[in-house]
């Protein structure tokens, strides 16, 4: 990589994967600048923030959030920094002409047209937020191939089998990906037995510091499940070759086999700052500022397989993995809705399943054809949802 500082655009900059961006950026004030950040509402995070990295643009989601941020920044001889709101910002954000590299780490849907924007844009896009890549699949891969764009993962385990694959990215001689799931914090208790697992309860998961609908994700092992269906876009090798296996420790963050019995595994702390390092250099290497590993201090690293009988999320996600077409923009959809719901204390746990599997199961399998037609599926996937959600409200 050259000397020339990389100008960096943060979308979803307050959330965890943002933060974590911002503290590798921090180590290395001489190889990153910050241009742009994004955020919902958080106005308090943001303007800290503003003050240390002094971005040229901001983009809040709603006016009202953007008025009270731009009138603290006036406050505090900030106002040199533009503050402006809406999806349409945002996605002029994320195709900026300064940038040369966008983080994507909007939680869900919302971050599927921005990042599309910065795909579109020919940027070096960091993908973190697994949405664009489970709802579009081949469509978001044309777009950067067609852009010249670099797609680099930040999910630990996806970063982990692209260290893992050849240098040329082939895929002839890889026999198949394993990717590696903490089991979240019920592994091993019967799913018959979850149904009163409150909010809290599903968000403290056991090695990762993460956001709440992705914590939730990863108690129910739906995370694992839009993992599968990322790997596949991402990496783009049938879903059938992407296996998955529960590993307590989080050590291993997933490995590749390779048609002569040689596996490459990644190994590293459970910290997202190593990925964010990793993908922020590359092709080079930097300090993410994370700890090393003590292997003897570990001392064991423990593999089962998951029973999908007991985890009917991930059950689910592997479905629709193999059905294609619109069916993993469909499971996304309503499981955002589900989760969503859970969160605020409107269903059960377990119901979140029942939600997504209702949606499937009326929703009629469709082609994706274009970003048009994703949003289209994506709104009557969220209507039918909601309809299910109707019949399961606490």
Request: aromatic share 4%; with cysteine; proline share 5%.
């Amino acid at each position: 990589m050259s000397n020339t500082k990389q100008t960096l655009v943060i979308l979803g900059s307050t959330g965890s994967v943002g933060q974590s961006t911002l503290k590798v950026v921090q180590l290395h004030p001489e190889k990153y600048q910050v241009v742009g950040l994004t955020a919902n509402t958080n106005v308090a995070d943001m303007f800290e923030q503003c003050q240390q990295f002094k971005p040229n643009t901001v983009v809040m989601a709603d006016p009202q959030s953007a008025q009270e941020l731009s009138s603290k920044l006036a406050q505090h001889g900030l106002s040199d920094i533009a503050v402006e709101s809406g999806a349409d910002a945002l996605n002029q954000l994320a195709a900026m002409s300064s940038a040369t590299t966008v983080m994507s780490a909007i939680v869900g849907a919302a971050g599927l047209e921005p990042t599309l924007a910065a795909v579109r844009a020919g940027k070096r896009v960091l993908i973190a937020n697994k949405e664009p890549l489970v709802m579009t699949g081949d469509l978001f891969m044309r777009e950067a191939k067609a852009s010249g764009a670099t797609i680099l993962p930040i999910d630990s385990e996806h970063n982990a089998i692209f260290q893992c694959l050849p240098d040329d990215q082939s895929q002839r001689t890889v026999n198949k990906i394993h990717l590696t799931a903490s089991g979240g914090p019920f592994r091993g208790r019967p799913w018959s037995e979850l149904r009163d697992i409150t909010p809290d309860q599903a968000c403290a998961h056991p090695n990762w510091s993460m956001g709440r609908k992705i914590s939730v994700d990863s108690a129910t092992m739906m995370n694992k499940g839009l993992e599968l269906i990322e790997a596949a876009a991402l990496f783009q090798i049938p879903a059938s070759k992407v296996d998955i296996l529960i590993h307590p420790q989080s050590i291993i963050h997933s490995m590749v086999e390779y048609v002569d019995g040689s596996f490459l595994a990644q190994l590293g702390a459970p910290d997202m700052c190593i990925p964010i390092a990793h993908a922020l250099a590359w092709p080079d290497r930097i300090q993410s500022g994370a700890e090393t590993l003590d292997l003897a201090a570990i001392a064991r690293l423990d593999f089962q397989t998951p029973d999908m009988a007991n985890l009917p999320c991930l059950r689910l996600a592997r479905e629709a993995a193999d059905t294609g077409n619109s069916a993993p923009a469909v499971l996304n959809s309503a499981n955002e809705i589900a989760v969503d719901a859970f969160l605020q204390g409107k269903i059960r746990f377990t119901d979140i399943a029942k939600v997504v599997e209702d949606t499937l199961s009326v929703m009629p399998e469709s082609t994706v054809n274009d970003l048009e037609n994703v949003l289209n599926i994506d709104n009557e996937a969220r209507r039918i949802a909601g309809a299910s959600l109707e019949s399961r409200l606490i």
